[in-house]
């Protein structure tokens, strides 16, 4: 019965460098630990936070770039942090390095037990795509699959789960839980996200959690919530919603917290298994739709 909190990291107060990001995550995690969370969810580049207490030049240089090369310091603390606490740790997204020093919107969930998963963002917003005239970031090219605490889990990064390609190929993949870290700077932003995020739930009868971060970090405003949806039946929620909070711009702390109940896992899968109301399961779900134009 895995136990999921969600933090809407509050991008514009500054965390006092990385070494004090660290330090109050690990508070946050060993507060969590005594509440029974198995993960701990952040936003979508959570780590901007660290932009505010670093030295300018570096930052006004090549902002991503020293994000990567914090980010890649940074990880074994924080796979320590989760060892000490026991509570596995989705760490929003971190700008990562791949062959030919291409950059990589990048998740990483760390596990207690030292796991590293990751999952490289597949589709990119304008604004990721260029930077100053030159290419910021480079498109994943992969869906990682990979089981967590028992479950079939899977990784999309904000525009992802607004994709068709993407529902299909988790829908293909069976997927029990899905991870939405998110950053959105306005509510059409924050709508598109965790509605498809809830139509992703009740579509492959499954779990997803999505959170975005909120404040304002230089000229960009962040605003998002966090919520855990599943699919509308009778065994649950009937809207879907097993926790939420609402969309905010800002925050007087270093933002929201949202602690998940206990997610059933028997009731998700018989449920899956053909005790659904209406879902017609996955072997009905990936049968050819013949499209016919019929023109006017």
Wanted: hydrophobic content about 45%.
């Amino acid at each position: 019965m895995p136990k999921i909190a969600l933090w809407s990291t509050n991008l514009g107060r500054p965390a006092g460098g990385v070494e004090g990001w660290c330090t109050r995550l690990e508070t946050k995690m060993v507060g969590l630990a005594t509440c029974g969370v198995d993960l701990l969810m952040l936003p979508e580049v959570a780590c901007a936070q660290w932009l505010a207490d670093a030295p300018h030049k570096l930052v006004a240089a090549d902002p991503l770039g020293y994000l990567a090369r914090e980010g890649k310091t940074v990880l074994p603390r924080l796979l320590e942090i989760s060892n000490n606490t026991g509570v596995d740790l989705l760490a929003g997204t971190v700008p990562a390095e791949g062959e030919g020093g291409k950059l990589y919107n990048r998740a990483f969930l760390l596990t207690a037990q030292g796991d590293c998963r990751y999952q490289d963002k597949l589709f990119l917003t304008p604004v990721e795509q260029q930077l100053d005239g030159g290419q910021a970031f480079t498109p994943g090219q992969q869906l990682h699959v990979f089981r967590w605490r028992g479950l079939k889990t899977a990784i999309a990064i904000c525009l992802d789960v607004e994709v068709p390609a993407v529902a299909s190929a988790l829908q293909q993949a069976k997927v029990e839980l899905l991870l939405v870290p998110s950053r959105n700077d306005g509510l059409t932003g924050y709508n598109r996200v965790f509605a498809c995020a809830r139509a992703r739930a009740i579509e492959l009868q499954a779990y997803v959690a999505a959170v975005g971060a909120v404040g304002t970090l230089g000229d960009v405003r962040n605003v998002s919530g966090a919520a855990i949806y599943g699919p509308c039946e009778a065994w649950g929620p009937s809207d879907g919603i097993w926790a939420a909070h609402p969309p905010q711009a800002d925050a007087d702390d270093f933002g929201p917290m949202l602690i998940g109940p206990e997610l059933s896992l028997e009731e998700l899968r018989k449920s899956r298994a053909g005790g659904a109301e209406v879902w017609p399961g996955y072997a009905q779900m990936s049968r050819n739709i013949v499209v016919s134009d019929v023109g006017n």
